[in-house]
């Protein structure tokens, strides 16, 4: 079983998931994609669900509601959620991919990963951030992205053992 970020939704407010929206219709009529039922569910359930979800545990949230998806279309669902900039696709070393809302707008956040349980528990250390540009500077290094990923065992694991 999967956890994802201590079990608490992933809370992004109205005017994040607007401009979400915006950016995906946008680029769904660049593409002259449609907007069939089956697709606005699996959107709605994506925005409105926890974080770091697979394909699986999405399938199994969107069949609550119409048990006629399949995994194809929550899959290509979200490979467009990918490619139009709305969600970005994760992996952390065990073989899934998972997916969370991306937004230009929102703060950069790093990962800290259960070896145990599958935990994912995201945190924000402006501390790691300036000392990540102080070293790029140092090396006359310009960085485009990075991702901080942090493995080990989780508070609740360590309880148990």
Request: charged share 30%; with cysteine.
């Amino acid at each position: 079983m999967s956890a994802v970020g201590d079990l608490m939704p992933h809370v992004v407010d109205a005017p994040t998931i607007e401009r979400l929206r915006v950016r995906l219709n946008g680029y769904m009529a660049k593409k002259g994609l449609r907007s069939t039922a089956q697709r606005r569910l699996i959107i709605d359930t994506f925005f409105e669900g926890a974080s770091h979800r697979t394909i699986e545990e999405l399938l199994q949230e969107v069949r609550k509601q119409d048990r006629g998806v399949g995994y194809a279309t929550v899959y290509r669902t979200l490979k467009l959620l990918a490619e139009s900039g709305v969600a970005s696709e994760r992996r952390f070393g065990d073989g899934l991919s998972r997916y969370e809302l991306a937004d230009d707008a929102t703060a950069h956040h790093d990962h800290l990963i259960c070896v145990t349980c599958g935990t994912i528990t995201e945190f924000e250390e402006p501390r790691v951030e300036d000392l990540q540009d102080e070293i790029a500077r140092r090396h006359g290094f310009r960085v485009t992205s990075h991702k901080h990923e942090l493995y080990g065992v989780c508070r609740a694991c360590q309880a148990k053992a």
